[in-house]
């Protein structure tokens, strides 16, 4: 899958996972709350790609995500490729192949989406207020980069880190203080995971079963066979995935804010 898409199956899941909570278990979460949660989502979808480092000094390369914060984040990119390379030949087993990069693996694991997602979790526990509007500032780029790559790729690197800096500000002085955010954390690993999933659908192999070993490999590949799977980038993610993640996510804000719009109307009665 391309970036956008992995940005929009995590605003999907989101919503439309939270609609679910709305509607069946009666979870409301207030309209920031809920936008909040469908960034980092979003955001967190694309995370496990910044593996994929570039050229820092050139300012070239790496993954559309590595470029979010320009220089800054390609070398996030380049840190995180070279951990997990590191990570991958201190676990290898004897079948696993030699690589020289660390693309899709580390971050591509369950153990992953759980760290990151425990993580956010700890910081803002730890931290309040000053961990949310990091993360906040970070995941938000991140979704922006994601989700409007077109205007992200025109507007430069920079308006993306003023405009994601001033929206995390502006989030975090409106959210409830002292509460603790679990459900930011639960969105960065829930966006994550989504990311993993999205890899495995399109003949991106995904070492998802890590660290259990299967015939002497610790870092087997895992996708769906060629025959059903999607190319990434070809017509069927265009014209069918892209589509549908956006009805989704649509149907599912209709869902979760008509009750309360009408009500408010008291068109009921
Ligand atoms: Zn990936």
Redesign the pocket.
Known sequence: MMGPSHALSGAAVWLSGSWALQQFYDYEQSPLALAVGTAVCAGGALL??LDLSGKVTRNKGGATVARTFGVFSLFIAEVVEKVSLGVYYATKLSRDPKRNNGH?TLT?TIPFTVLVGWGTTTLCARFGKWAVIGILFFMIGLALRGLFDKWAERAGWLIVTLISAGAAVVTAANLPGDRGYPLIGLAVGVGSFV?IIG?MITR?GVPILWPIPIKRRMWTPISLPDKIAMRAGGRTEMAIVRPALTVISILASVGLFAPSLLDKFNIDG
């Open positions: 496990p790609d899709r591509h990311h890899d991106a």
